[in-house]
């Protein structure tokens, strides 16, 4: 196997590499790297390292202090180099990094260091630094851990919740998360996507159902809001609910009580709802789509999870946990991301965010080999030319036109190349909408 030695300069050669594979190499297996004799000076840079360091080359020979000023100064040095501990540095030309050392050497005989910089050193080395895990959520971001206080705060009341959100940015998971700190914990938890099932058989999931009901209700069903009693319902999607439903929802919400479909009788129920959508109610209320004084009961305390593009500090990181979770039942073991491989996973677009990543890595997992992540490793699309980028859709806007004209739906599946998927995005419905309204659209 290759190890880092096999570029350090021994006393019989000069301080150069006397391969042009070999920095290359390095640079697949590690990244950013200089390489540091006992004398403390540079005596290569990958391709990486010297991108990262500037437009100037970095000449063999020259001192490690003078390309990068280490934040404790000799101090800062000897740790880096001595003690193997993980400092900060500010190369010549950029902003600071964080940067580590490895020994190297040939038996008992020390040749020198290989000096990591950046993401390759921060991703091995500080995988606990400024994180914060919140009820199954991850991050390094400063916006997500102020949202992490407001559901602390959020918890502590009955007040309902409106999440907004991108599919796969985790509103679920808060949802969880408001429930589990709540007085009601120790009550039911229940989620319904409001937007996977057709409106007659909504209505009974919500609402519950008694026997002779409608053809094939054989006995009578509690549905969700009886089923949640005394604890949290989840309401996924909630923007996708017909008008028709609307007003009966919020004559629950207002007498905190529910008439089964086809029953007589009124049934208290004591539930607090948190709601979720990835649009705008606003909007879906100037549309005409959504009752203004329903989103106002829903929408008491509006949270906003931001989108994995918008946490790039989280990406790598959360890659690499998806990664040790994969390790736990498989035969393979990640030591470390291509050069390459971070910069296709740092710049997509992620437009199904953690879930999205989350599916990315285990791919990657299935398909690759060896230690290293590689870009040939990742899924299709990262490697496929990148489209022209597609203008959003918005639903009812004077350019987009009316997400319920076939048309316009038809336009936007055009655009998306037949992907349902995001076309759906474009025009900010479900993808399960898509399909309803297309499928309207074709019927006589």
Known sequence: MFHPSALMPTSRSPPTTSSPLLLPALEA????VLL????QRVTAATPEAEARLGPAPVRPGTPLAEVLSVSEGARG?????????????????????RVRAVPLGQGAKRLGWAVLLGAEAESEGTRGEAEETFHGMWTRNPGMKRLFRIVEKVARTESSVLVRGESGTGKELVANALHAISARHKGPFRAINCAALPPSLLESELFGHVRGAFTGAVRDSPGHFR????????????AEIPLELQGKLLR????????????????????????????????EVEA???RADLMYRLRVVPLFLPSLRE?????????????????????????????????????HGWPGNVRELRNVMEYAYVIGEGPVLHEADLPPEFSEPRPPPVPDVPAG???????????????????????????????????VTLWRRLKDAESP
């Not at 297996?29 to 950013?32: I, Q, R, S, T, V």
Request: proline fraction near 6%.
């Open 29 to 32: 297996l590690a990244g950013a």
């Open 36 to 39: 540091v004799d006992l004398q």
């Open 77 to 97: 040095l000897e740790a880096l180099l001595s003690q193997g501990r993980q400092v900060e540095a500010r190369p010549r030309a950029s902003g600071p990094v």
């Open 227 to 238: 089923l949640a009693d005394g604890g949290t319902l989840f309401l996924d999607e909630v």
């Open 252 to 283: 629950v919400l207002e007498t905190r009580s529910i008439i089964p479909v086809g029953g007589r009788a009124s049934v208290p129920v004591n539930v607090r709802i948190v709601a979720a959508t990835h649009r705008p109610l606003r909007r």
């Open 288 to 290: 005409g789509r959504f």
């Open 311 to 347: 946490r790039c500090e989280d990406i790598l990181p959360l890659a690499r946990r998806f990664l040790d979770e994969l390790e736990q039942n498989g035969p393979r073991h990640v030591e470390r991301f291509s050069p390459g491989a971070r910069r296709l996973l740092e710049s």
């Open 397 to 431: 806007s004077a350019t987009g036109g009316d997400a319920h004209d076939p048309a316009v739906l038809r336009a936007a599946l055009a655009r998306a190349g037949g992907n349902r998927t995001e076309a759906a995005r474009m025009l900010g419905i479900s993808r």
